[in-house]
């Protein structure tokens, strides 16, 4: 494999500074999911612990560094669970986290990120917009800006469940990634092609935020202009170029799937598997209702990646029906 930026001993590294909590997560067959869907279904949950996603994986290796050189201060923009991570992990170490966010992020990810003791800043604008006046305030404040996926530290966080999937003893074929920034799917994409280059890496976004996965296809950076997604939280519209490199070399698929096919994969894994996702970690699940030929047969992980979810909108996406049947 030709190399990305990740590598594998940095990455068995992380797992002695991540707090445990965030480690070894559940990782399960759902037979309860398997007639629906067609193939042999498996849950890697990163949901259980106490950011509900997987970003404090990143974020303790971040901060871990942050408290061992001294330095007393990190910025972020974020679309609510890398400010959450990013809070939990910076407190635990004393340091004073600002988070940038849209004030159109989900409620509940905003308040989250307060009760962490984070300082909060709201932009008008969507993530982007966020990630422009983090970058001003690190350059006027003279403080670290923490860039997800840019920084190595997220997506080798991130490959730490890559290394719990290739430790396993579950046989699995493929895994189904949620694409937005790209630290999940190269951190997780990087350890599967060094380790097990035979299970197929297949990356999925949202046709309403597709900026990553066109660039993908084409092999350069394509943006656009908006996003129109539920799943706020891949809802990105400027991939990295170094990321995009790295996601090049690890992906053997990205995949685009619809919004009802989203909110159908939300309400499949609170109906059959007991779950509350946000719409992002559904997104494997989508892939699946939309082409159930391709999966047929198959054995697949799907990264359930988070459950920071506004409680209205979930009502409203999954219905008061599957509400009282689970």
């Not at 800043?121 to 003279?142: K, N, P």
């Amino acid at each position: 494999m030709q190399e990305t930026r990740l590598d594998t001993a940095r990455i068995r590294a992380a797992r002695r500074v991540i707090d445990p909590v965030f480690l070894d997560t559940p990782l399960y067959r759902c037979e309860a999911l398997e007639p629906g869907l067609g193939c042999a279904v498996s849950i890697k949950l990163e949901t259980a612990n106490p950011v509900r996603s997987f970003k404090a994986r990143g974020t303790e290796v971040i901060a871990s560094k942050l408290a061992a050189n001294g330095s007393r201060a990190a910025v972020c923009a974020s679309a609510g669970n890398l400010g959450q991570a990013l809070a939990w992990s910076g407190r635990g170490r004393g340091l004073d986290i600002t988070v940038v966010a849209s004030r159109f992020a989900t409620r509940a990810k905003l308040d989250r990120i307060r009760a962490l003791g984070a300082g909060l800043e709201l932009v008008d604008g969507d993530h982007e917009t966020a990630r422009e006046r983090a970058a001003a305030i690190a350059r006027h404040d003279g403080i670290r800006l923490v860039e997800d996926s840019l920084d190595i530290e997220t997506c080798e966080g991130a490959a730490t469940m890559g290394l719990e999937l290739v430790d396993t003893a579950a046989s699995f074929d493929t895994v189904l990634i949620a694409l937005g920034g790209g630290a999940l799917a190269t951190g997780v994409g990087h350890v599967m092609k060094a380790a097990a280059p035979e299970i197929e890496v297949i990356c999925v976004q949202p046709q309403g935020a597709p900026a990553l996965t066109h660039s993908w296809r084409r092999r350069r950076v394509v943006t656009t202009d908006s996003t129109d997604t539920i799943a706020d939280g891949v809802a990105g519209r400027r991939p990295i170029p170094a990321v995009l490199d790295d996601l090049l070399l690890v992906a053997d698929d990205a995949v685009l799937v619809q919004e009802a096919s989203i909110i159908a994969g939300m309400r499949t894994l609170l109906e059959h598997a007991g779950l509350v996702v946000e719409p992002s970690a559904a997104l494997g699940i989508a892939a699946i209702l939309e082409d159930r030929d391709r999966f047929a047969g198959r054995h697949v992980v799907t990264i359930v990646c988070g459950s920071n979810v506004d409680v209205d909108a979930y009502h409203h996406w999954v219905g008061a029906a599957s509400l009282r049947q689970s």
